[in-house]
């Protein structure tokens, strides 16, 4: 089956620094990958779909210049949280469109603002 | 935008029972509904998918069914087992390409 795969697993970073989030799927191609937040108990909210080659749209209420998205492959999608604080710590999950409805999951990254 | 509710948001079943979960949507467009399981800190798994085309699929012990007038759809789990224990979300395809999803049912299998 398809596999999509998420780096870091997790990750601790200070207030004001920026972190990287890598999706990517390990064997099929995705022109278009999504990126979701999901808080503790709640439910997974899309934050924006990358776009291999153009850019990224982004859902209503997330700053595109917070959320940094580059999709500049077929394979490969990055999530860079610029000047991060504690209100973003969360649990991020890419996933990747492999064909006209399913969406492949990854693992998802833990990330933590102190 | 498409708002997809999802009832109940706990569910506690003894071994055994059958559980059911209900979701409603907005968009009269929408044609693939999704159900995913997800365990404390993993990614959702997909369980089982419905399209528009279709009023009830199954797979083993779980089931699906969608009433496209009433805009509803429903998970079916039977004979439930304390490895069905999880958060299950329920979604739907709004504009051809992304899924928006419910708030998630946690069910507890008690042995």
């Known amino acids: 089956g398809a596999v999509v795969s998420q780096h870091p697993s997790w990750v601790i970073c200070k207030s004001g620094t920026s972190v990287k989030i890598e999706c990517r799927s390990l064997?099929?191609?995705?022109?278009?990958m999504f990126w979701y937040r999901q808080f503790p108990k709640q439910s997974l909210m899309l934050m924006a779909t990358?776009?291999?080659?153009?850019?990224?749209?982004?859902e209503q209420g997330v700053e595109k210049d917070k959320f940094l998205i580059n999709h500049a492959s077929l394979t490969l999608s990055t999530l860079t949280v610029t000047s991060a604080h504690p209100e973003d710590s969360s649990f991020y999950i890419c996933?990747?469109?492999?064909?006209?409805?399913?969406?492949?999951f990854g693992p998802g990254t833990r990330l933590t603002v102190l | 935008g498409e708002n997809v509710e999802q009832h109940p948001s706990t569910l506690s079943v003894q071994e055994g029972d059958s559980a059911v979960i209900k979701c409603t949507y907005s968009?009269?467009?929408?044609?693939?509904f999704p159900w995913y399981k997800q365990e404390l800190g993993k990614r959702p798994q997909l369980i089982i998918d419905?399209?528009?085309?279709?009023g009830e699929k199954k797979d083993q012990r779980i089931a699906v069914t969608l009433n496209k007038t009433a805009k509803h759809f429903s998970l079916h789990i039977t004979e439930t087992q304390p490895e069905d224990s999880a958060v299950y979300f329920c979604?739907?395809?709004?504009?051809?390409?992304?899924?928006?999803f419910g708030a998630g049912t946690t069910v507890t299998v008690r042995a």
């Open positions: 996933s990747a469109r492999g064909g006209p409805s399913e969406q492949f």
């Open positions: 064997d099929f191609q995705a022109t278009t």
């Open positions: 990358s776009n291999e080659g153009s850019k990224a749209t982004y």
């Open positions: 968009d009269s467009a929408s044609n693939y």
């Open positions: 419905i399209r528009s085309n279709v």
């Open positions: 979604a739907a395809l709004i504009n051809d390409y992304k899924l928006s």
